[in-house]
């Protein structure tokens, strides 16, 4: 399999953020970070992906691997967020139900780890829609919108490969 054409993120850079107290930000974040669709489960279920399909695909090891960095990037940016809007970067939503290792979808097979992906990616879209309506804080609609293109294009190159694989395999 030769996915070279795959992009995962566009050019742009992201928005930074300025400093200041928002507590209903802080809460939109944590839930963004630490739901069960959220961008913690996305990061660890692309890691595990990875490894498993090293044994199989180099080519898609290396996808899944990318997209796991970027979700590392995205918790980078989200966890910093939620420290300069006054919070501490506790990985819990904002019932206070801590991130669990339970989200993450350990399907071992190529076509069930990315269609797990698709559902995941489409939720966790929808929760940065979701985020950006809700909050008024404009450097974080900013913040988010650069982060949901990253997630558009992971999505749709997910769905490419997930093609690619069916058709493989048919």
Do not use: W
Request: proline share 4%; glycine share 2%.
């Amino acid at each position: 399999m030769n996915f070279d054409d795959i992009t995962l993120t566009p050019k742009t850079p992201y928005p930074k953020l300025t400093p200041c107290e928002d507590a209903f930000a802080v809460n939109l974040i944590k839930n963004l970070l630490s739901a069960r669709t959220g961008i913690l489960t996305a990061g660890l279920q692309f890691q595990f992906q990875a490894a498993v399909a090293e044994k199989v695909t180099k080519e898609l090891a290396k996808i899944f691997e990318e997209a796991a960095i970027l979700k590392a990037t995205h918790l980078t940016l989200l966890t910093n967020a939620i420290v300069d809007f006054g919070g501490l970067p506790v990985y819990e939503d904002t019932q206070k139900v801590p991130f669990n290792a339970n989200y993450i979808n350990y399907a071992a097979k190529l076509k069930d780890m990315l269609n797990a992906d698709i559902r995941l990616i489409s939720a966790t879209i929808n929760n940065l829609d979701y985020a950006i309506s809700a909050t008024k804080n404009d450097d974080l609609k900013a913040l988010l919108a650069r982060i949901k293109q990253d997630d558009e294009l992971t999505l749709a190159a997910f769905k490419q490969i997930l093609t690619t694989v069916q058709f493989l395999s048919a």
